[in-house]
Nanobody, 123 residues
Framework: QVQLVESGGGLVQAGGSLKLSCTASTRTFSNYVIGWFRQAPGKEREFVAAINWTGPRTPYADSVKGRFTIFADNAKNTVYLQMNNLEPQDTAVYFC????????????????WGQGIQVTVSS
């Protein structure tokens, strides 16, 4: 079992930055791929970024490439999503999720989810 807790959301103006955190309660943190997804009102949950410890890096979603960066602090069991140059269309509830070993961009392939955190970007 893995419990995930997100933090760092909030309200920001367009062009601003936020850093989301996802802390996992597990003794085998490096066994898990951690992904970030987001869901805007009336839309499906979409992949944003993922971090995996072996193999090729998982590509970012095209919509965030060059603006968002995913990175981790293994000592703290925490994965971060640094979001720069935010746009109003980035407004959504952001979720972190975990699955064992293999990276994926598909939401239903992740078995563990955080509670979600709101990010609102005003124009």
């Amino acid at each position: 079992q893995v419990q995930l807790v997100e933090s760092g959301g909030g309200l920001v103006q367009a062009g601003g930055s936020l850093k989301l955190s996802c802390t996992a309660s597990t003794r085998t943190f490096s066994n898990y791929v951690i992904g970030w997804f987001r869901q805007a009102p009336g839309k499906e949950r979409e992949f944003v970024a993922a971090i995996n410890w072996t193999g090729p890096r998982t590509p970012y979603a095209d919509s965030v490439k060059g603006r968002f960066t995913i990175f981790a602090d293994n000592a703290k069991n925490t994965v971060y999503l640094q979001m720069n140059n935010l746009e109003p269309q980035d407004t959504a509830v952001y979720f972190c999720a975990a699955r064992l070993f293999l990276p994926s961009t598909v939401a239903n392939e992740y078995g563990y989810w955080g509670q979600g955190i709101q990010v609102t970007v005003s124009s």
